[in-house]
């Protein structure tokens, strides 16, 4: 059994976190998540109408009677997110935990922090995790440069990022971006981490409601296999490289391109609907980190928890502890 901060002040088994996914963080993977004893986030946005995510988390808590989180990203939008209703429907279900991303949450934090709810705050830099903290947040997931999903506009690898964190602030770091293995847990909390946080990992789940090609291609793929876009408008993501990414690439490289040239390839539903439903894997663009040149088969989400902690247990038992003379 491995302790630390994380585990202590929140409450969770073991040191494994699974953050939120836009489009796979639903019930049967989050209490999958749970049930191993990790801690899983649903996707607020995931659900389209706040009753939606209301349904959801009660669909959650009747396959699982262990805690889980849900993840709110806001973000700005063409159409207007009602991201107060998302708010009100987490707390009227006294959810534990909450993760938060995208834009300044600062009247949300307040809001969850008054409901008695813990608060993680995913963040990309040393800045913005000092401005989590003073926000009241329990902890930091820090995401570096090879997470899936927007690394910004810094390029800082979690090798720098994560102790650069964990070093100046005095809430919980989380290691995010890049993790998949008991190896990388080992690393992260030698870096200062209390718990790893993994996306890639858990998509290639036997419990994620994703097509079994993206699985398949996960664990077909190496470290060299994703992209980034949207660099020029300074939105940074890092993604599976495939037809349409490219595609995307190429139009981003004219000197006069704009988003709306890109915005049909780079679509949410089009990748949630063409890849992750019905697994065209040229079909759309989709989210992937670097780790997934680390994942080498398609298991439970039980099995990924236990190999991960078997493995770094070992390797701080046995191996590391051998290298002391």
């Known amino acids: ?29 989050i209490s ?9 986030f649903l996707t607020a946005l995931t659900q389209p109408t706040p009753q939606a995510l209301d349904d959801e988390i009660r669909r959650t808590r009747e396959l699982t009677s ?8 806001i973000l700005p939008t063409v159409k207007p997110v009602p991201d107060d209703e998302y708010r009100q429907v987490i707390i009227d279900n006294d959810v534990p935990i909450v993760e938060t991303a995208g834009a300044n949450p600062a ?10 709810i813990k608060v993680v705050h995913k963040a990309v830099a040393v800045r913005h995790s000092l401005s989590a903290e ?16 927007h690394p910004g506009e ?7 990022l994560i102790p650069a964190v964990a070093a100046r602030v005095g809430v919980v770091t989380i290691a995010s971006g890049g993790f998949a293995t008991g190896a990388d847990l080992v690393a992260a909390l030698a870096l200062g981490a209390s718990a790893i946080n993994m996306g890639t990992r858990f998509v290639a789940s036997a ?18 296999d994703t992209t980034l876009v949207f660099r020029q408008f300074r939105n940074t993501a890092r993604v599976a490289k495939n037809a349409v990414t490219d595609e995307i690439r190429e139009i981003e490289s004219r000197p006069d391109s704009t988003f709306d040239d890109i915005a049909h390839l780079a679509s949410g539903e089009r990748g949630r609907q063409v890849v992750l439903a019905d697994g065209d ?9 670097q780790p997934q040149g680390l994942i080498g088969e398609v298991t439970t989400c039980r099995e990924i928890v236990a190999s991960i902690v078997e493995e770094a247990e070992d390797l701080i038992a046995s191996r590391l502890a051998a290298t002391i003379v």
Request: glycine share 16%; aromatic share 6%.
């Open 1 to 29: 059994m491995l302790r630390t901060r994380f585990t202590e002040e929140f409450g969770i088994e073991h040191p494994i976190v699974c953050g939120g996914m836009t489009g796979v963080g639903t019930a049967p993977l």
């Open 32 to 40: 999958a998540v749970a049930n191993a004893g990790a801690l899983g």
């Open 66 to 73: 262990r805690p889980f989180g849900v993840n709110l990203t």
């Open 107 to 116: 009247e949300h934090v307040a809001a969850f922090k008054t409901a008695g």
């Open 134 to 149: 003073r926000m009241g947040v329990d902890a930091v997931s820090v995401d570096g440069f090879e997470c899936a999903g």
């Open 154 to 160: 810094d390029d800082i690898p979690g090798l720098v």
């Open 207 to 224: 419990e994620a409601q994703v097509h079994q090609n993206v699985k398949d291609q996960i664990v077909a793929n190496t470290e060299r």
């Open 281 to 289: 894997m040229d079909g759309g663009m989709w989210w992937v980190g």
